[in-house]
């Protein structure tokens, strides 16, 4: 009986669920339907707030409220610093940073609830409970900045190891016979990568209506690349001074070329110090251990 009764309780309990999850499938089906009606108008406010999607009526708020609160407990000017991080790493929009903003509040709050499973819940204490709660905190604090941090060294990297390269296919263009602009718009269009796109809306910028000077201290400015911006300041100086426009980019290829020679032989010099620690710490100790470990053995049982 037990069975037979445990059977028919599961079967209820599907059925219920079905006939559910059905009706919300339905009543989905029909909202999608009627979202793609031009013109539809809803008079019941509640089915108007049905018809938009779920993240709209619940995620969205909780978003908005959570970027309240880490706008009002931040300092001055956070909000825009992280605005100008984000368009160093090549996204400047603006639900980006209200998520960044959200994700730091959510992080901080967070903290205490580490700290109660650790001595709470995983029942450590001392110093060794103090240490992993504070490894978490330290993790779910400092995480979000340096994940955008790495983003922008990538992205800066990226640009100053292209950005020879880019000259070099300017120089040709422009020797050619080519304009500035109509070689950056051929340059653009040959080589993919956040250099040539900022190159090309730079481009776009100066289409618009603003001047070269103007848009290219602004992608200057964007990037935050010392190497850009010496290639900057040479154009700008060239337009200032009527100088060949292809005499300074040749001059500025043969230089980024050099310093990012001398970036490359900078990261092999410092690839033994890096190599220094994980030799000390992880390699020396079980090299001694098998070396020096059976003489210690043999010396022990001798005396």
């Known amino acids: 009986m037990f069975p037979l009764a445990l059977a028919l309780l599961a079967g209820a309990i599907g059925l ?9 499938d339905e009543k989905a089906t029909v909202r999608a339907s009627l979202r793609q009606l031009d013109g539809y108008e809803v008079d019941n406010v509640r089915d108007q707030e049905l018809l938009k999607p779920v993240s709209a009526r619940t995620v969205a ?17 956070y909000v825009e610093k992280v605005r100008d991080r984000f368009i160093s790493s090549g996204n400047g929009s603006v639900d980006a940073v209200d998520r960044f903003i959200a994700l730091k509040v959510v992080a901080v709050a967070l903290v205490p609830v580490v700290f109660i499973v650790t001595f709470g ?19 779910l604090v400092i995480g979000p900045d340096a994940t955008l941090n790495r983003k922008i060294a990538e992205r800066q ?7 020879p390269d880019v000259l070099d296919l300017l120089v040709i263009s ?12 051929r340059t653009v269009s040959a080589v993919p990568g956040p250099l040539t796109q900022e190159f090309a809306r730079m481009l776009g910028e100066t289409r ?6 103007n848009a290219m201290r602004a992608m200057e400015k964007r990037c935050n690349v ?3 911006r010496s290639f900057v300041l040479a154009i700008l100086q060239a337009d200032t001074f009527g100088v060949s426009i292809g005499r300074v980019l040749r001059a500025q290829a043969d230089e980024m070329r050099i310093k990012r020679r001398q970036m490359a032989q900078e990261q092999a010099q410092k690839a033994p110090v890096k190599m220094l620690i994980p030799m000390v710490f992880c390699v020396f100790p079980p090299l001694f251990i098998v070396v020096i470990g059976p003489a210690i053995i043999n010396i022990t049982n001798n005396f």
């Open 174 to 185: 422009v020797e050619a016979g080519l304009g500035f602009e109509q070689a950056l718009d």
């Open 157 to 163: 990297h990226d640009i100053r190891v292209k950005l």
């Open 16 to 24: 219920g669920l079905w006939t559910v999850l059905g009706a919300a």
């Open 208 to 213: 618009a209506g603003a001047s070269r000077a």
């Open 121 to 139: 819940v995983l029942g450590m204490s001392g110093l060794m409970g103090f240490a992993l709660a504070g490894i978490f905190s330290a993790v």
């Open 226 to 228: 010392a190497e850009l």
């Open 61 to 77: 708020p909780i978003m908005e409220r959570l970027v309240e609160i880490g706008s009002r407990f931040t300092p001055d000017g």
